[in-house]
């Protein structure tokens, strides 16, 4: 059994490690639950920590535990276990129970590769260990399926004994996916009305079994419409990601999408930069900026918004996406795609993080007009 002087120890070597999302001690957090003694002898921690838990910050924390506790108690094992802490949600949740986090994919225009985005961020947080949804909800011309080798899918459906119908989304790939596509015919072309929209957005959300996930990532159709305003004003996101490319063209209808979130009062999580720049096959060290440099940069200091990171031009995510798999998914992808997702997905858990400690911290006021 541990003495009483070993465990106080332990606890204030623990506690003065400091979460490198948060920028505070575990101490100062209360993330440091208990320690204990497990068999053989072994030191068993327990941590309570803001979500999401992704694997690139647990392997870290259990780096610097494990050689804290070594600087005590050098002849124990540890282990260590992270359970994340209960975040009340942006809006009070009458939807999506069992998810913790939401996050929306969005554009000002179309062209901008924001389905391949995605896909391939979705793709990205599950290779971080995280429980990982995707629901294409880009009505106008829905790519999911395409890049998820779903394509002639339909929508996996039930009715249950008191007549409710509820929907399943098809799992691939380790991540649950919906989409509009699954319920359209192929080809079929999307003439909607506003309220129609609305709709069939609403049926995606609230008749799919999600189960338990700790992202559901949307995919939005491009624009400032009915869809985006459908969910800001239904669904309980965390926050936005705005995918853009460099030219000035693409910037002037971000900045409009940047506007509407935060008049709906939706968090921007950052802003992604596709398209950055050209690498040639031939030639994989060279980089040429086609659409010119810096603008997704700019505009997000501009905006006073996160800058998650530049996505390069490169065949391998076009002969991905067309073999129905993610590029960052996809062994033969080249490395400098893995690399440029799996930088911005670690960029845009930091600051997921720090929003969702800012909102534990702060109480929730919801006005409905």
């Known amino acids: 059994m541990l003495a009483e002087a070993t465990l106080r120890a332990l606890t204030e070597r623990i506690g003065a490690i400091v979460d490198p999302d948060l920028g505070q001690s575990l101490g100062e957090l209360g993330a440091v639950h208990s320690i204990t003694e497990g068999d053989g002898g072994a030191l068993d921690v327990y941590l309570e920590l803001v979500p999401p838990i992704y694997r690139h910050l647990a392997q870290q924390l259990d780096r610097d535990i494990v050689a804290a506790a070594g600087s005590i108690v050098p002849d124990r094992q540890c282990v260590v276990h992270a359970r994340p802490l209960v975040i009340e949600p942006a809006v009070p949740k009458r939807l999506l129970s069992g998810v913790q986090d939401t996050i929306a994919v969005a554009s000002g225009k179309g062209g901008v590769g ?40 339909t929508l996996l459906a039930e009715k249950r004994d008191d007549g409710t119908i509820v929907g ?37 959300v609230e008749q799919i079994d999600w189960g338990e996930l700790d992202t559901l990532v949307f995919d939005l159709p491009p624009g400032t419409g009915d869809v985006q305003l459908t969910l800001a004003q239904q669904v309980p996101l965390s926050g936005a990601v705005i ?49 010119g440099q810096g603008g997704g940069r700019s505009l997000a200091d501009e905006a006073g918004v996160p800058f998650l990171g530049e996505i390069p031009i490169h065949d391998d995510v076009r002969t991905a996406s067309d073999s129905g798999i993610p590029a960052v998914l996809d062994p033969e ?33 919801e006005i409905r007009l």
């Open 168 to 204: 399943y989304p098809h799992e691939q790939y380790g991540i649950k996916v919906a989409s509009m596509g699954f319920i359209m015919q192929r080809d079929q072309a999307a003439i909607f009305r506003g309220p129609m929209l609305a709709g069939y957005v609403r049926t995606l």
């Open 333 to 365: 992808s080249s490395a400098s795609i893995r690399d440029a997702y799996r930088t911005l997905t670690l960029a845009l858990l930091r600051y997921l993080r720090q929003q969702n400690a800012r909102r534990r911290q702060q109480p929730t006021v």
């Open 114 to 153: 924001k389905s391949t985005v995605a896909a391939n961020l979705a793709a990205s947080l599950l290779l971080e260990g995280l429980r990982v949804g995707l629901l294409d909800a880009d009505i106008y011309g829905p790519s999911v399926p395409t890049l998820f080798g779903l394509e002639g899918a």
């Open 243 to 291: 995918v853009t490319t460099p030219q000035r063209l693409a910037l002037a209808d971000v900045r409009r999408s940047i506007a509407m979130f935060r008049r709906l009062n939706v968090e921007i999580l950052g802003v992604i930069e596709n398209m950055s720049y050209y690498i040639p096959p031939d030639a994989p060290d060279k980089r040429y900026y086609i659409f």
